[in-house]
């Protein structure tokens, strides 16, 4: 009996080695351990998977009872977890294309528990969708205006449109169809003035009337056949002009003749 007894105290020391070994194995695995629960919770949560996000967190305390930031993570689960209702209304708000009303819910959710990635995706979506609507209505009606020929509401909608997307070419066609057309009207109305005062004889008027439209389209043909027909009137009168302000200069031969003709 004493021999058995002295064969287990002398095998002691080495089992208390090999303990000790797998304790400092067991050790060495806890970083290694905890860092893989800390990123499967942060991984739940971002994806709402709070039940799982919740059970990494705690396991995570389980390894290490007094590690702060896995306490933290568990309390924005609880956070996140308590919008959960308020979200599903929001995309329910939104799957009957209530979009006013997502909109609401999700920027609800996001004051409750600040950084949801299913509130911030969400309101972004119905955002844009929102941004798509005023944007369809604000074209819709700039071009109905435009083909009946209500300029300036058709230049009010579309350039509510190019607010809404700055980059649209469509809204830029658009609002050159709206210039081209107002140049066109102003231009006739040139053209009809013109013609009036030309049968007024009022050279000079017609002249600049001519020369307005040329500023804006040189190639204008009816602007550039009545400057040639006016221009030397309106000079003519410009001179008659000047010696009725001057009749002492009808005394000269030159002046005279001009003045005769």
Not at 53 to 65: G, K, Q, Y
Not at 109 to 128: C, D, H, I
Not at 153 to 178: I, K, M, N, Y
């Amino acid at each position: 009996g004493g021999n058995l007894e002295r064969r287990r105290f002398e095998r002691t020391p080495e089992a208390l080695e090999e303990l000790q070994k797998s304790l400092d194995e067991i050790e060495a695995r806890i970083p290694e351990a905890l860092k893989a629960q800390m990123n499967e919770g942060k991984r739940a949560l971002a994806r709402g998977e709070y039940e799982n996000a919740r059970h990494a967190f705690e396991t995570a305390l389980r390894i290490e009872p007094a590690n702060n930031e896995a306490t933290d993570w568990l309390g924005k689960v609880g956070a996140a977890s308590g919008v959960m209702p308020t979200l599903a209304e929001a995309e329910n708000a939104e799957a009957a294309r209530d979009f006013e009303r997502a909109q609401t819910l999700f920027a609800e959710a996001l004051k409750q528990n600040p950084g949801n990635t299913a509130a911030t995706e969400g309101l972004a979506r119905v955002r844009k969708s929102l941004n798509d609507i005023a944007f369809n209505q604000s074209m819709g009606a700039g071009l109905a205006a435009l083909g009946a020929g209500r300029l300036t509401e058709a230049r009010t909608h579309l350039e509510r449109a190019r607010q809404l997307r700055p980059d649209s070419t469509e809204v830029g066609a658009a609002l050159q169809r709206v210039a081209d057309a107002g140049s066109g009207r102003s231009l006739a109305e040139l053209e009809q003035r013109a013609n009036r005062l030309v049968r007024e004889e009022r050279w000079t008027e017609a002249l600049a009337i001519y020369e307005e439209a040329l500023s804006r389209d040189p190639s204008l043909q009816f602007a550039i056949n009545g400057k040639a027909a006016v221009a030397p009137r309106a000079d003519l009168g410009k001179r008659l002009d000047a010696l009725i302000d001057r009749p002492e200069r009808l005394s000269a031969d030159e002046v005279r003749e001009v003045a005769e003709r």
